[in-house]
């Protein structure tokens, strides 16, 4: 089944300190001539709406808008938090929210995997999330219901604790089902051996390729 049947919004994070990488942004990182941000949207291109969470990205295409988490670098619940802020304001509010982290290259083939699981099983919890095939999950990969994640959003800042919290805190109340996606589709560029091993560079984007990374 296609990923278009889906009816879902998008969260592209963006907004990390990139520590591990001296600093450098990983959304402007390239792969094979296209920055890992347009690789993400691209990825979630199906999305009715879709928001990236991070510094100021520069202009976007349509249906995509930008924010930031407060105060910067308050972690990825909070970035979720802003995230769904923002689509909220934007008319989002489908059932499904895609949520992505924007330092995986090869990402697409995990949301597609993902979103025909979702779609073919007709899942009754809060969403699915990506696993790799040595049984790790990968929490920035997921299908979460939209509602859910607003329910826990509201639960961790109850609790003082959506400043500086993790996705495992944020997730820990939702149902969710793993989901094993193809080989390589979740792995990310935490460190420059990440980046070397995965063909990613520091390079310019090929101008050809149009916004949403698509070649």
Known sequence: ME?????????????????RLGGVPKQGLVFEGATLLQRSLAA??????TAVVGPDPGPLPAGVVACREEPEFAGPAAAVAAGLEALGRAGGGRDFTLVLACDMPRVTGAVQALA?????AGYAGDGVMACS???????????YRTDGLKRAVQELASRGRLIDGSMRSLLASLD???VTVPAGTTADVDTWDDA????????KPDVRQDRRGSS
């Open 44 to 49: 979630c291109s199906a999305a009715s709406l």
């Open 176 to 178: 969710l089902q793993l």
């Open 3 to 19: 990923q278009n049947r889906l009816d879902f919004d998008a969260l592209v994070l963006a907004g990390g300190r990139s520590s």
């Open 196 to 203: 070397a091993a995965l063909g990613v560079d520091a390079g």
């Open 133 to 143: 095939e040595d049984g790790t999950a990968q929490m920035l990969v997921g299908f």
């Open 116 to 120: 025909e699981s979702l779609a073919l």
